[in-house]
């Protein structure tokens, strides 16, 4: 089965800089790769996703970067706001006629005033 | 439009228990999934119901159920509860499109003592 490997685990940034999280998946059928934020007490959010026919993917402060051939996405998140601070998971998956997405560990992003 | 809603939002059980969980997904949506999440194993992947049917199941044993209902609301079911079920229990559901955006629940926060 798929396995999704993501780095770091935790992060911490000064306001105003960039954060990158690193992802890695071994099944070369997969190709959907979202990305979910959570903040505490909530669910994960999608926050932007990428498919395997696009090699990057722009939205506003956040963008994601696919490498099909070697097998690994990122998120990249500029002008980091204290708001950004919560979990982020990546995750691998094929889509269409059913759900299973595989998640990486996830991300704790913490964003310094 | 109303998002996903999970039942009860908190649990407590003692080992040995069974406990059922709900969830209600957005209106129209027919796919719902269910994961656990943990501290040390983050996010995994229980089963995926899609008009009433198992669609996708994951690697847990058989003490974790599942059904759907012609509503398209679910339940989830744990026997014999062990201390290492104590986890959040997140539902999410999504639509029919090829690249289906899953939407989470906050989850059940389930202890087991």
């Known amino acids: 089965g798929e396995n999704v490997e993501q780095h770091p685990s935790t992060l911490s940034v000064q306001e105003g800089d960039s954060a990158v999280i690193k992802c890695t998946y071994s099944?070369?059928?997969?190709?959907?790769f979202p990305w979910y934020k959570q903040e505490l007490g909530k669910g994960p959010q999608l926050i932007i996703d990428i498919r395997s026919n696009v090699g990057e993917k722009k939205d506003q402060r956040i963008a994601v970067t696919l490498n099909k051939t070697a097998k690994h996405f990122s998120l990249h998140i500029t002008e980091t706001q204290p708001e950004d601070s919560a979990v982020y998971f990546c995750a691998a998956g094929v889509s269409g006629g059913y759900q299973k997405v595989t998640f990486g560990t996830g991300t704790k992003l913490q964003v310094i005033p | 439009k109303a998002g996903v809603t999970q039942t009860p939002r908190y649990l407590i059980k003692t080992r040995g228990q069974q406990v059922t969980l709900s969830c209600s997904p957005i209106?129209?949506?027919?796919?719902v999934s269910w994961y656990q999440q943990t501290p040390g194993q983050g996010l995994q992947f229980l089963f995926e119901y899609f008009s009433e049917t198992q669609r996708n199941k994951g690697n847990f044993p058989g003490r974790f159920s599942g059904r759907q209902f012609s509503n398209s609301r679910s339940e989830m079911n744990v026997s014999t509860l062990e201390l290492g079920d104590s986890a959040l229990y997140l539902c999410a559901s999504s639509g029919t499109g090829v690249y289906n955006e899953q939407f989470f629940g906050p989850g059940t926060r389930l202890t087991v003592l």
């Open positions: 099944d070369s059928a997969s190709n959907y």
């Open positions: 209106s129209g949506h027919r796919s």
